[in-house]
């Protein structure tokens, strides 16, 4: 797995210890792609981004989750998380367009401090076996929802970080 998940305590805060077995492949605006740790600003990430799948086949389905652990800041995340995005059903091999949209992408707008956004990968057992979606995108866990739903810890994992940005960050 990669150090930079325990280094940024993604793996601790949202999941526990995995074994990566897919690559996973996000990228924004078609030219801003998703590694673990890089600052991406908000003004970037309005749009959902092009998810790739690159492991498994055709038959095999995945479930995708976006959250945020860091709400309303890092050094006091008293409401994490926050739930940001669900795709289920998504054919190996493929992207998230190709499985289903079960709650819409919202964008990041980090308040206070630096905040983790995290999108995980699931392998399900198969087909539309993902039915526990949560109805509220507060308080969200991670952990939970993956037991409710039989998922198993995650196949892969990144992450990036955003802050509020100022007029003059944006120039």
Known sequence: MSES??????????????????NVIIT????????????LFPSVVTD??????QGGDLRSFFTL??????????SDPYL????????????GT??????????????PRPNIGIHRFVFLLFKQKRRQTVNNIPS???????????EQNELGLPVAAVYFNAQRETAARRR
């Open 5 to 22: 998940l325990v280094l940024g305590k993604v793996v601790g805060d949202v999941v526990d210890y995995f074994n990566r077995s897919v």
């Open 28 to 39: 924004y605006n078609s030219m801003k792609q998703v590694y673990n740790g890089h600052e």
């Open 48 to 53: 959902k981004p092009k998810v790739e799948v």
């Open 65 to 74: 989750v976006m959250t945020d652990p860091d709400v309303p800041g890092p």
């Open 80 to 91: 994490r998380e926050h739930l940001h995005w669900i795709v289920t059903d998504i054919p």
């Open 94 to 107: 493929t992207d998230a367009t190709f499985g289903k949209e079960v709650l819409s992408y919202e964008m």
């Open 136 to 146: 509220s995108r507060d308080r969200f866990n991670t952990r939970n929802f993956a």
